[in-house]
């Protein structure tokens, strides 16, 4: 068959790999101390920790006079190479050094809180606790004080509330699979917030709160999430990733709701205030009122005065225009009057009541003898009638 490797050539490739990888080249690994045994002088022995173990050998380590306790926490130096006789890797140690449970756990802080700076975790927006919380998740162990503290501590303050229990472990073996279940739970629920706690302990206790994968998992909650875990001394990773962390579990209850004991004396506070203000709003507009009141008072009686006055002002107007009016009057009938007469006195017909006739011819008036003739026709105008007449 084409292409096919020998188990050789499969570990040869492999053993090139790992040799020419800086990774596994003269690194520091740290871990607890398992299956220790002495062979011609050689150390074989385990570093483990939660989820993985390392093969490890130290050459000629008992000559040397290198002595490692089951149990016991250390870092080794060396180079992480294939062994083909087995097909396994495992470590060369070249130098081992005892950091105890102390130092351990300060690695293992110091690279989650390297990963925590490195995601931006530690510098997300905070969020807002809610005033009045109607549903809170509560993740830690049922059977814990903790959390019967927490459930007496809210039901005093603020007994309208419903609580979701998501129970774990939290510590001993398995803890944190369950912790991490319990936070993935409580993303399924409409929750206001969530309280992760649990009560004092030991470092070696509280560390799952240090977990990569459990400050992972609660980065990822939706609500604000309150943290009480140990006592005020006691700090963890979460604590540093949520939105308030808490001394104590207790803490956390008091900081989750409000005292309703408070809330009653605010409201009733809040009503006086507003029952004041009112009254004096309330007096102000009255006073606001009577001062518009006296105003109109004032204005009317100005109103009167003037009505009166314009009235008098008017009447006095009206006099004087009828009394002009009545003088006009009289001099337009005398001067009818006196042309009346003018006219009567120049009415040509007047002078026929005294006797007197008007002569026309050819209907113009004769004023002079000379301007007739014999034979000539005219007409005689008298008082009470004419007449045709010839000229002799």
């Not at 709160?209 to 309150?226: C, D, K, M, R």
């Not at 009503?271 to 004032?298: A, G, T, Y």
């Not at 003037?306 to 009447?315: P, T």
Request: glycine share 6%.
């Amino acid at each position: 068959m084409e292409g096919i490797r020998s188990v050789s050539e499969i570990t040869s490739y492999i053993m090139e790999l790992m040799e020419n990888d800086p990774y596994l080249t003269d690194v520091w690994v740290y871990g607890e101390v398992s299956n220790c045994k002495i062979r011609n002088s050689h150390i074989f022995f385990s570093l483990k920790d939660e989820e993985a173990k390392l093969n490890c050998v130290i050459f000629g380590g008992e000559s040397k006079g290198i002595r490692l306790v089951e149990g016991s926490v250390i870092a080794a130096r060396g180079d992480v190479k294939v062994y083909p006789p087995h097909g396994t890797y495992r470590m060369i140690c070249e130098e081992v050094r005892s950091i105890g449970m102390e130092g351990l756990y300060s690695m293992r802080y110091k690279r989650v809180l390297e990963r925590m700076i490195r995601e931006g975790w530690l510098t997300k927006p905070k969020k807002k606790l809610p005033e009045y919380p109607r549903k809170i998740g509560v993740i830690t162990s049922r059977d814990s004080a903790a959390f019967q503290d927490m459930l007496k501590t809210i039901r005093e303050r603020y007994p309208f509330v419903e609580i979701y229990l998501f129970h774990t472990q939290v510590q001993g073996e398995g803890a944190k699979k369950t912790l991490i279940e319990a936070i993935e739970r409580s993303k399924k629920y409409d929750l206001d917030l969530v309280i992760i706690a649990r009560g004092g302990g030991s470092q070696e206790d509280l560390w799952i709160f240090n977990e990569e994968e459990v400050v992972e998992a609660l980065v990822g909650i939706e609500p604000p999430v309150i943290t009480g875990i140990g006592h005020e001394v006691d700090r963890v990773l979460i604590d540093l990733v949520a939105d308030f962390p808490a001394h104590t579990p207790t803490a956390a209850a008091e900081m989750a709701v409000p005292n309703v004991k408070e809330v009653y004396r605010e409201l009733k506070e809040t009503f006086e205030r507003i029952k004041r203000e009112f009254l004096e709003k309330f007096e102000d507009f009255e006073r606001k009122l009577e001062d518009i009141k006296r105003s109109l008072w004032v204005y009317q009686r100005i109103f009167l005065f003037r009505m009166r006055e314009y009235e008098n002002i008017l009447i006095s107007m009206r006099e004087e225009m009828l009394s002009v009016m009545m003088r006009r009057i009289e001099e337009f009938s005398q001067k009818i009057e006196n042309a009346g007469r003018v006219l009567e006195s120049l009415d040509p017909k007047k002078p026929l009541n005294r006797g007197f006739a008007m002569i026309f011819k050819n209907g113009k008036l004769i004023t002079s003898s000379s301007s007739l003739k014999k034979g000539d026709r005219v007409c005689v105008v008298m008082k009470d009638g004419d007449r045709e007449a010839v000229i002799e």
